[in-house]
């Protein structure tokens, strides 16, 4: 296994946002919504890396997840994969140096995943109405966990951005 500056950061990334979900998350709820420390993590290191995203790292946060969570094991971990997958995809394929698609592929993606689980909470006939999962859960998870992207996605850009010399430059211009 080669172990190099970029995949020692984000361990370590990954541990602090294991941490922060377990001590800070908690804390900072409101009503049913608290955000996802490890979904925002996720997302950002396939937006920020998107040619050297895998699967694991998805899966292992996102069991975590769903192990600290009450939902169902294997929900968010399934989608955390096939989210980062599609972000990191989608990323490759519109960077265009600017702020603004980072963000927005934050945005959709964690959307999608917040109303993807709200849905899987329905179809597995937990004990959630459409009006709760949806509106009560999904909407105030997904502006938490932009939040949250938008604070980690400077610092990991930032940390990554010295093993990404070969691709050019990889802080975004602001227009």
Do not use: K
């Amino acid at each position: 296994m080669n172990l190099t500056r970029e995949s020692i950061v984000i361990a370590v990334g990954a541990v602090l946002a294991v941490l922060l979900q377990i001590v800070v998350a908690p804390n900072i709820a409101l009503f049913s919504a608290q955000p996802n420390f490890m979904l925002a993590y996720v997302l950002v290191v396939a937006i920020v890396r998107p040619l050297d995203a895998g699967p694991v790292l998805p899966f292992v946060l996102g069991l975590l997840c769903d192990l600290l969570g009450t939902g169902p094991v294997g929900g968010y971990a399934l989608l955390f994969v096939i989210v980062s997958f599609i972000a990191s995809r989608a990323f490759s394929v519109l960077d265009n140096d600017t702020l603004f698609m980072p963000l927005t592929i934050l945005v959709v993606a964690t959307f999608a995943t917040e109303m993807l689980y709200g849905a899987l909470l329905i179809a597995l006939g937990m004990a959630v109405s459409p009006v709760d999962a949806f509106l009560y859960r999904a909407l105030p998870c997904t502006l938490y966990d932009c939040v949250v992207g938008l604070v980690f996605y400077p610092i990991i850009a930032r940390l990554l951005a010295d093993g990404a010399q070969d691709r050019g430059p990889r802080t975004p211009r602001l227009r």
